[in-house]
């Protein structure tokens, strides 16, 4: 008998066994963390396929370590209890319109921009109806195609753009980045 894998509900690929229990010990993670309320929702691309750059895992590499410079939280010395609560106590809440690493054969701008955009309607309702934030700031190049309909959404707040773009913590220019997130960081936040 021929079994064909479900599509995971954090991505949308194909969900193996170990894809969902994966899957399942980053909402873990993550969900220890989440704020109450939530000032600042930052929205990259895809999640770091490394546990070590996944932010909630607590080893703070990569992704991790470059969006904790951003928001001016130095790690070392701390552990990671008391960085991450740094983070929640910050209003600071991290999503991937991906929840999941992309699978090995999914790469490819051209998949990657179809998995993302089929991704954009079931994460812009989580946005309005549970995670309800004062802002959402666009982390990830990888969220430039779709930059016109995630800034026209009606999420109930605004969307931060770096002259007009998504802060690319994960382009090749990481350190003007992450200099210009935390500018746009220390901007108090509108009103609604």
């Known amino acids: 008998m021929l079994t064909v894998p479900l599509a995971c509900d954090g991505c949308g690929q194909p969900a193996s066994p170990e894809h969902i229990a994966r899957r399942l010990q980053r909402l873990e993670w ?22 070590a750059d996944f932010l909630y895992s ?12 951003a928001v001016g939280i130095a790690p070392a010395g701390k552990t990671p209890e008391t960085v991450l609560s740094e983070f929640q106590r910050g209003g600071f809440f991290l999503t991937h319109l991906l929840e999941c690493p992309l699978e090995s054969g999914q790469a490819g701008p051209l998949v990657c921009e179809s998995l993302l955009a089929k991704r954009i309607s079931p994460v812009l309702t989580r946005i309005r109806r549970s995670l ?31 002259r007009g773009q998504p802060f690319g913590l994960d382009s090749a220019d990481v ?4 200099k210009h997130l935390h500018s746009a960081l220390a901007a108090p936040i509108a009103p609604k």
């Open 132 to 162: 309800k934030p004062k802002r959402v700031i666009l982390i990830s190049e990888s969220l430039a195609p779709l930059v016109a309909g995630l800034s026209s959404a009606e999420l109930g707040c605004p969307v931060i753009l770096d």
């Open 58 to 69: 607590g080893k703070f590499e990569g992704e991790a370590g470059r969006l904790l410079d």
């Open 30 to 51: 993550t969900s220890r963390y989440r704020p109450v309320h939530m000032a600042t929702l930052l929205l990259g691309g895809f999640s770091p396929l490394a546990d």
């Open 175 to 178: 350190g003007q980045a992450v």
